[in-house]
């Protein structure tokens, strides 16, 4: 079902797109001072981006349906139901599929 946003308070998406971009805009200007400055090396930003790129890859793979459902019987339903004590994104994302895992599960395992 889509949002209406005509109805709602707050900003509306293409609002939001500008100020975003706007920061991006501001992001990139600090970047530039720092390396120009000398206050930071390239190649120690090109790192930064390189490892929130992986951590965003591994968060999109480690949130696949499929995925999840596999952790979830391979470690049985009481482990998967505590998941998030260990790792947030995976218990954030097994949360999502944990009800069609209940539903497959003989009642006596639940």
């Not at 209406?4 to 920061?23: H, I, K, V």
Request: proline share 5%; with cysteine; charged share 20%.
């Amino acid at each position: 079902r889509m949002a209406d946003y005509s109805t709602r308070s707050g900003p509306r998406p293409m609002e939001l797109q500008a100020q975003l971009d706007e920061l991006k805009e501001e992001v990139a200007s600090l970047a530039e001072c720092l390396l120009a400055s000398g206050a930071v090396k390239a190649k120690h930003l090109v790192r930064i981006k390189r490892q929130k790129h992986a951590f965003r890859v591994w968060q999109e793979v480690v949130s696949l349906p499929e995925l999840c459902i596999n952790i979830a019987v391979k470690s049985g339903l009481a482990a998967a139901k505590n998941l998030s004590m260990v790792s947030r994104v995976h218990g954030h994302s097994l949360s999502h599929v944990m009800p069609a895992v209940v539903e497959q599960t003989p009642a006596q395992l639940v």
